[in-house]
């Protein structure tokens, strides 16, 4: 019991990093209907953006946890928006309007470019960090066996929830919010219309790149080593949570990250450690196949 | 676009250019000796490749501002040219791969890169059928050659069949998982299908290393059989069994070397052919057809399942083919050998060479795999030019270098229709 109840924390804290960066996935995939596939590795830059900002904030003396989180934050959401937008700019816009493969192949590419961009620049070891933030409270006890809630798992909980706030404040209530919608649900209609579908199109990159970024400081700081490879796994994973929670849809996209950050959990607890991708993967597959709307997703209506 | 104009946004571009590579490219974080880490800075690159934006931003403005950079619509005689001197250049190609191994010069190297390079253009040719001309997007089709290495090393190493009984038994494996996995996928959208065959890349990947009981796990599978000329090995022992004793010929390595190249050769060659005339029969127009418009496939009652499943499985086939021809020829695998960047390079490959062009997968793969070995010292940087180069050509030749994208069948005049023209069924 205790057990699983220490394995339903880890999830949880693992299941919001997936979610943050499954609401990438699901918002570009909404908005122009292309699988965004460098993604994961936008979430890997913002890792890495972030360790630097830890490095140069250590050089600083700058060494107070709440602070030092914030600052990193702040400097990676700002430098891996530019990645998200230079992206949208140099890979995809050209694209709009060619045939239907394009866009994937040039995002595969971009996804090579970016892994190897960042292996070469930063080299290929894995990057360890010490723990900024330690300690924990101790939640329930039975017997030896003591459940622990980390303080850097609550920090995970509550700075995701805080961004997927001011995500969904902004989806909802600001112009941005209503034009990104507009282009989603017509954008031939919303351009006719008066709204720069470009412009919208690129900020909702930059917004992806900006959650990814929190999502890849978050891993860095729960996990504590990153490498270049990170991202493969990470995105791919993020965008079963994208596809089970119904693609297209942002509450899906959470709580897609949330059960997929469980399953994953509870499957290497319970049954492998060895085949946790599998089970990722299968669920991938299984939601693809059974239910290709997913949990919250609308059904697609092919028109001619 | 006027020089004033262009040098401002020459600027803005430079600007972009500090932001996104002052933190990656000017701080480089090491690890120390004790383990911690440190930054290193590296603001000297950082300029230069902020220059070189800047340069090559200005450069493209003013270029751009006289001709205009459009993805050119229809044929033009650039690609005319191409299509007429790609028939000079198959012909030319063949004839040199035929008599590569006795131009004077060509050493043992040389002929070990003739036969990577063919072990890729044959991988291209087996994933163009899926993905050039079916227009289904496998990006897992390094599953199927770990399947066929599998399925010949296991065969082999365990029931000592020869090379030439495991060859067709290691393709109709690698068809059987093709149509297995096909067939659960049939009814996704193009982008999914991508997915989820790269989820299936990676699920055969991990079983092969956990799998430890059978497929040895990550230590592999050592001492495959290497393949002997119908029946009669290659050794140095010279006995009247040998193929240099029964050819009374003085024993060499060399042998198997050139045989193994004429044997990847006429596999490539196999895949080839097949494709070709598959292409003229109503599989491959139906393919044609599918690749162009799903909808209008169903509409015009072509079977959408058995079009779809017999290019996975013939696609896995030829994969299968290739990948029990790389075992025999390394005598050792472990599932490192297949992991997503292979699929990634072989799709890269069929991309650059035009989806559904035979021709000009031949050359990429000729470019890309030969460049990859001339630039071996730089392993890092070359997967780095390869991403670029797919995103280039994707923007600038959406249909690939060479490739147009004729339909092997036309009502009235033949014409080829560029991306522009169409607008495509999501399929």
Redesign the interface.
């Known amino acids: 019991m205790a057990y699983a109840l220490q394995q339903l924390i880890n999830g949880i804290s693992l299941g919001m990093i997936y979610g943050l960066i499954a609401v990438g996935y699901t918002m570009v995939y909404g908005i122009i209907g ?2 965004n596939f460098a993604h994961g590795d936008v979430f890997m ?1 913002g890792a ?2 972030s ?3 830890l ?2 904030l250590q ?1 600083g003396g700058v060494m107070d946890g709440t602070a030092a989180i914030l600052l990193m934050l702040l ?1 990676s959401v700002a ?1 891996t928006a ?2 998200g937008w ?1 992206t949208e700019r ?2 995809y816009r ?2 709009r ?10 995002a ?18 894995v ?4 723990a900024v933030l330690s300690g924990g409270v101790e939640v329930f006890r039975e017997g030896d066996f003591a459940v622990q809630l980390s303080y850097m798992q609550m920090l995970i909980v509550g700075t995701t929830l805080a961004a997927l706030a001011a995500f969904t404040v902004l989806v909802t209530r600001t112009p941005l919010g209503r034009a990104m919608r507009a282009c989603e649900q017509d954008r031939k209609m919303a351009a006719l219309l008066g709204i720069d579908t470009d412009r919208t199109i690129s900020l909702t990159f930059v917004i992806g790149a900006a959650l990814a970024a929190v999502a890849g400081t978050m891993y860095l700081l729960r996990y504590g080593v990153i490498d270049f490879y990170i991202g ?1 796994l990470a995105g ?1 994973k993020a ?2 949570a994208a ?1 089970l929670g119904g693609i297209g849809s942002l509450p899906g996209a959470v709580l897609g990250g949330l059960l997929i950050g469980l399953i994953e959990t509870f499957w290497s607890a319970y049954f492998s450690v ?2 946790k ?2 089970a990722a ?2 669920i ?2 299984l939601t ?2 059974f239910m ?1 709307t997913g949990l919250l997703g609308r059904q697609e209506v ?1 028109k ?1 | 676009m006027n020089p004033a104009a262009a040098l401002r946004d020459a600027g803005l571009a430079a600007l ?1 250019a500090f ?2 590579f002052a ?3 000017g ?5 120390s000796p004790t ?5 290193r800075t590296r603001w000297t690159d950082v300029a230069i490749l902020c220059g070189l934006v800047f340069a090559g931003r200005f450069l493209l403005s003013l270029w751009t501002g006289r001709r205009g950079l459009r ?1 050119t619509a229809g044929p033009t005689p650039w690609t005319a040219r191409l299509e007429r001197l790609s028939t000079f250049v198959a012909p030319a190609l063949l004839g040199l791969a035929l008599v590569l191994p006795f131009i004077p010069g060509v050493e043992r190297y040389e002929l070990d890169i003739g036969i990577l390079v063919l072990t890729y253009v044959m991988l291209g040719w087996g994933l163009n059928i899926v ?1 050039g001309l079916a ?1 289904l ?1 496998d ?1 897992g089709y390094v599953a199927f050659y770990a399947i066929g290495a599998y399925a010949y090393a296991l065969l082999a190493t365990t029931f000592g069949l020869s090379f030439w009984v495991c060859l067709p038994l290691a393709g109709i494996l690698a068809a059987f998982w093709g149509v297995l996995l096909g067939f ?2 049939l ?2 959208r ?3 299908l ?3 065959t ?3 890349g ?2 055969i990947r ?2 092969l ?2 799998w430890t009981s059978l497929t040895g796990g990550p230590n592999g599978i050592s001492g495959i059989p290497r393949p002997s000329f119908f029946g009669l090995p290659f050794d140095a022992s010279g006995d009247p069994g040998t193929f240099a004793g029964f050819f009374g010929l003085e024993p060499s390595p060399w042998h198997r070397v050139v045989f193994l190249y004429y044997l990847i050769l006429a596999l490539a060659l196999l895949t080839n052919w097949v494709t070709i005339r598959l292409r003229r029969q109503p599989l491959g127009r139906a393919w044609e057809a599918l690749r162009e418009d799903e ?1 209008a496939c169903r509409a015009l009652g072509i079977n959408v399942t058995t079009t779809k499943l017999s290019a996975f499985a013939l696609g896995a086939m030829f994969g299968g083919f290739a990948g029990a021809f790389f075992a025999t020829r390394q005598a050792f695998i472990s599932p490192e050998s297949f992991t ?2 292979e699929s ?1 390079i072989i ?2 490959i069929v ?1 650059l060479g035009g ?1 559904g062009s035979q021709v000009g997968v031949a050359i990429a793969a000729l470019v890309m795999i030969g460049g990859f070995e001339l630039f071996r010292n730089l392993e ?2 070359r ?2 030019v ?6 280039v050509i ?2 600038l030749r ?2 690939g270098l060479v490739g147009t994208r004729t339909p092997t069948v036309a009502l009235g005049q033949k014409r080829a229709i560029s ?2 023209l ?6």
Request: glycine share 8%.
């Open positions: 292309m699988i830059v890495f953006v360790l630097i900002a490095l140069l050089l400097f430098v530019l990645y230079t140099i890979a050209p694209l309007g060619s045939f239907r493969l394009a866009p994937l192949i040039s595969i590419g971009l996804s090579i470019v970016l892994q190897n961009f960042v292996q070469v620049s930063q080299g290929a070891r990057k360890p960090v010490e493969f791919v965008f079963t596809v060895q085949y991708d599998v993967f299968s991938l597959v693809l196949i290709p092919e001619v | 972009v932001g996104l933190p990656l490219v701080l480089r974080t090491d690890v383990g911690g880490l440190f930054l993805p993905v227009g997007l990006l659960p996928v009814r996704l193009g982008d999914y991508a997915i989820v790269l989820a299936f990676e699920i991990v079983v290393i956990n909808i997503f960047i990634a799709l890269a991309v989806l890092e940087w997967m780095l390869f991403g670029a180069a797919m995103v994707m923007v959406p249909r991306g522009d169409v607008s495509e069924g999501h399929g």
